[in-house]
């Protein structure tokens, strides 16, 4: 059985009304993860999209959650004071279904860490970039079970097999390795 | 590698279909930063001075600014280049919105139009693959309307669209190009898009834009949000309200439109309503306002909200900006819900919000004076506001006297005669000015208005009070933190600026100071125009954000080339001599630079005289405006020189 641990969990509070369709939370949140840090920019790379149709008011910052390897069964549509939102509006997941929350060369799965470093941020960068307060930080403690998660490296993998098969993926793996060795 | 920028045009040939990804020298860059200054370059390399505006060889540049894409606030501005079918000079009017950055990411730093091509079309930007696809389709359809139809045709909801609406196609000397919230209205760019038989412009990029100093950048970037957020919460004293706040002027957030309305011209510029406002009519503003904006929205990574989304029950929704809120209104002396909602059909036409409703009142004013008869405009309603639209219909579609009127005043009234033209009377270089008539001559806006050539007064003033403050202490409060002065000397000329006595206008500042701060303030917006920022947070305002002091900042660590303020006052002076250069060579003289002559009641025809001989020397130029061989030596731009004494526009040195 599993241990009962206590856990920081942190929550960002999104206020849609309060969104002005900016997507600086998109601009910061890809810049932290360029690699060296702040390096490059691309809202592509985003772990936060703001889902926008000015003409229609619609103003969702969604931010990106687990990769699934298939999609759900069925789609559900949102209608809210009268309008309505796209099909699968407000899923967090990155998902075969579409092009959301995955690298755009790469097709791999993007997930919001956030924000994750050292020494740790007093608040998620895309918080602290929405000087509207559409995006508010909160943290409070809770106990959990413990369970394990895979790291990053490993649901990439993943991805990459359910998309290419294993065979594939162990291939080139191999392939690869030999290359950057001999 | 190359930083900030892409190092990448797009060249299209329309006439000929071809599309082709040319890689652009770093030197370049150097010299003319990016946005305006290089736009300005291809202009003068390109298109030569007897080119048409509507002809197959002259350019239509969509060039981003140099750091748009980057994580600096509110840089976002497309600087659009072209020849002017109305002032027949060259034309940069900005838009701010998605669009720039959006090129960036897509790899490009400018699109750049030529040829013409035979049906209409429209191009489709998507990273690598640019196609030229078919637009007939679109023939007739709203600026607004093109954009939502394209993005569902492409089904890419994410691309960024910049269209024209039906006064483009019909080359409507004022017609705009509408982006989303945004809009480059001024010049006729519409016109020339039209021309070229482009209906739009497509955009979606999903690649990366570096920076050469990462952390020293962000560093940068969030000192100007902590300044943003700082100026938000302690608004200028002292000042009207539209410049005590940081973003475009805040009409879409503010109700009280007692200074708009009762100092600015109704009708064709020409009634003041000096005790225009009050309680009642301040109500029914309110709710009209109330009732019909549905969300204050912003641009691309900026936090200031500046634009609204307009939805009127039984009308498409638009989205507005600015000063356009009034323009409509005022010029049929009507009320806000009849501005709102004409706004609506003029957006999705596509046309200046400036221009359009003066040419309106400009017509009803000749059908009264009786210059134009019930010959000239069959069918006009009688009622007041039907007659605009009735007007507004006839010049997008060219037809009767839509068609003299769709070329602006200057050229209306020349085609009607008749005495016309004392009707034209607010025109600065044939193109119609803010509606302002003013008592006593202010000699910095002087100058300001008669050698503007983004033909704006607003595209050229913000970095300097309008006018003194009455008492000593709250011109010390003032210069206290005015740490975006690019020399302590400019606080000392505002300390010692009075309402009244010998220091006051139109004798102070002194023709000297003068220049001085016409320099600077119109320095600081050719550096927002090649870098792509924002005038809102910059330019446009008394202590901005950004400033000749962070700016050069910007660029080392952005774009990773060497600044320093020296190296970016003359960067900024080389492209600002070269847009000059451009528009002496297609005839622009001293003659031209005059404000309307109605603009000021109290004029002084030798201080004028001075305040121009005096500038143009500070400028470099000389007397008639042309800058000299040695000022364009100084610059680098020998090459002018040599055309401009080929030509006979300069003498050959002895
Ligand atoms: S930064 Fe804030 S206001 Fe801007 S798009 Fe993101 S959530 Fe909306
Ligand atoms: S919390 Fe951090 S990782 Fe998550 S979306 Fe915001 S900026 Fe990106
Ligand atoms: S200040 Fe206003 S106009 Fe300027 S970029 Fe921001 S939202 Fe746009």
Request: net charge negative; hydrophobic share 35%; proline share 6%.
């Amino acid at each position: 059985m599993a241990e009962r641990k206590k856990k920081l969990v942190k929550t960002i509070k999104v206020d849609v009304d309060k969104c002005n369709g900016c997507r600086a939370c998109e601009v910061i949140c890809s810049a932290f993860h360029a690699a060296p840090k702040y390096s490059g920019n691309n809202p592509a790379r985003s772990r936060i999209r703001v889902i926008r149709e000015p003409l229609k008011d619609i103003y969702v910052p969604v931010y990106a959650g687990e990769y699934t390897a298939a999609e759900c069964m069925g789609r559900d549509k949102y209608v809210i004071d009268g309008k309505e939102y796209d099909e699968c509006g407000f899923c967090r997941a990155s998902c075969p279904s579409r092009d959301l929350f995955k690298e755009p060369d790469s097709g791999l799965p993007l997930k919001c860490d956030m924000c994750e470093s050292d020494p740790t941020l007093e608040k998620p960068l895309c918080v602290q970039w929405c000087l509207n307060d559409a995006l508010v930080y909160e943290e409070r403690e809770e106990e959990v079970e413990e369970e394990e998660k895979p790291e990053d490296v490993e649901i990439g993998l993943e991805s990459l097999v359910d998309k290419y098969g294993l065979e594939k993926v162990m291939d080139s793996f191999a392939r690869m390795s030999k290359s950057k060795k001999g | 590698m190359r930083y900030a920028e892409t190092g990448f045009n797009l060249e299209i040939d329309l006439s000929r279909g071809s599309i082709e990804k040319v890689e652009t020298a770093p030197q370049l860059t150097e010299f003319y930063l990016g946005g305006l200054g290089t736009n300005a370059k291809i202009l003068w390399d390109r298109v030569p001075p007897e080119t048409d505006p509507f002809s197959p060889d002259n350019l239509l540049i969509f060039g981003t600014g140099l750091l748009c894409g980057t994580p600096a606030p509110g840089c976002n501005r497309t600087i659009v280049t072209t020849i002017s079918p109305q002032t027949q000079l060259m034309a940069f009017s900005m838009m701010g919105g998605f669009w720039a950055p959006e090129l960036k990411y897509a790899g490009y730093d400018k699109v750049i139009l030529r040829g013409k091509s035979p049906n209409l079309v429209y191009l489709w930007i998507n990273n690598d693959q640019v196609e030229i696809r078919d637009a007939s389709h679109l023939q007739g359809k709203g600026a607004v309307e093109t954009q939502e139809l394209i993005r569902q045709e492409l089904k890419e909801p994410k691309a960024q669209v910049a269209a024209i609406g039906l006064a483009g196609e019909n080359r409507v000397f004022f017609a705009s190009i509408e982006q989303g919230r945004s809009s480059a209205s001024r010049q006729g760019l519409g016109a020339v898009m039209g021309a070229k038989g482009v209906k739009a412009i497509a955009v979606r990029g999903t690649k990366d834009i570096h920076v050469a100093q990462p952390v020293e950048f962000m560093e940068l970037c969030n000192e100007v949000l902590s300044y943003i957020k700082f100026r938000e919460e302690n608004y200028i004293p002292g000042v009207i309200p539209i410049l005590a706040r940081l973003g475009s002027p805040q009409e879409m957030a503010v109700h009280d439109e007692q200074w708009h309305t009762e100092n600015f011209m109704w009708g064709n510029s020409r009634h003041r309503r000096r005790d225009y406002w009050n309680e009642e009519i301040a109500k029914a503003w309110m709710e009209t306002m109330e009732s019909m904006r549905t969300r204050l929205i912003s641009c691309y990574n900026c936090p200031l909200k500046c634009g609204a989304t307009i939805s009127i029950p039984g009308l498409p929704t638009y989205m507005m900006k600015c000063f356009s809120k009034l323009t409509y209104t005022m010029a049929a002396m009507s009320d806000l819900d009849f501005g709102f909602k004409i706004a609506q059909r003029a957006t999705e036409y596509g046309v200046d919000g400036y221009s359009t409703p003066q040419v309106m009142a400009f017509a009803l004013e000749l059908y009264e004076a009786g210059i134009l008869t019930d010959q000239d405009l069959p069918g006009m309603p009688s009622e007041n506001e039907e007659r605009f639209y009735w007007l507004l219909d006839r010049i997008v579609r060219r037809e009767g006297i839509g068609d003299v009127l769709a070329n602006g005043t200057h050229w209306a009234a020349q085609q009607i005669g008749k005495g016309a033209e004392a009707y034209a009377h607010n025109n600065i270089k044939k193109h119609e000015q803010l509606p302002l008539k003013l008592g006593m001559l202010n000699p910095i806006y002087f100058l300001m208005y008669c050698t503007g050539e983004k033909i704006n007064i607003t595209q050229i003033e913000g970095q300097f009070p309008q006018a003194p403050f009455p008492t000593r202490e709250e011109r010390e409060a003032f210069v206290k933190e005015w740490f975006q002065v690019p020399d302590e000397r400019f606080k000392q000329y505002f300390l010692d600026w009075e309402l009244r006595g010998e220091n006051s206008m139109p004798f102070y500042p002194t023709v000297e100071m003068c220049c001085d701060i016409v320099d600077w303030q119109e320095r600081m917006h050719y550096i927002d125009d090649a870098l792509g920022m924002c005038a809102g947070l910059s330019s446009f305002h008394l202590k901005p954000p950004y400033h000749i002091h962070n700016y050069p900042k910007f660029i080392s660590s952005g774009a990773g080339i060497d600044m320093d303020e020296a190296k970016l006052t003359q960067a900024a002076k080389r492209y600002r001599t070269l847009v000059r250069a451009i528009n002496i060579r297609r005839g622009l003289r001293r003659a031209d630079e005059k404000p309307p002559e109605d603009h000021w009641k109290k004029r002084f025809p030798e201080l004028e005289a001075k305040l121009l001989d005096e500038y143009y020397k500070f400028k470099g130029w000389n007397n008639e405006g042309i800058p000299t061989q040695e000022s364009l030596h100084e610059l680098g731009l020998d090459y002018i020189s040599e055309d401009f004494i080929q030509r006979g526009i300069l003498p050959e040195k002895e």
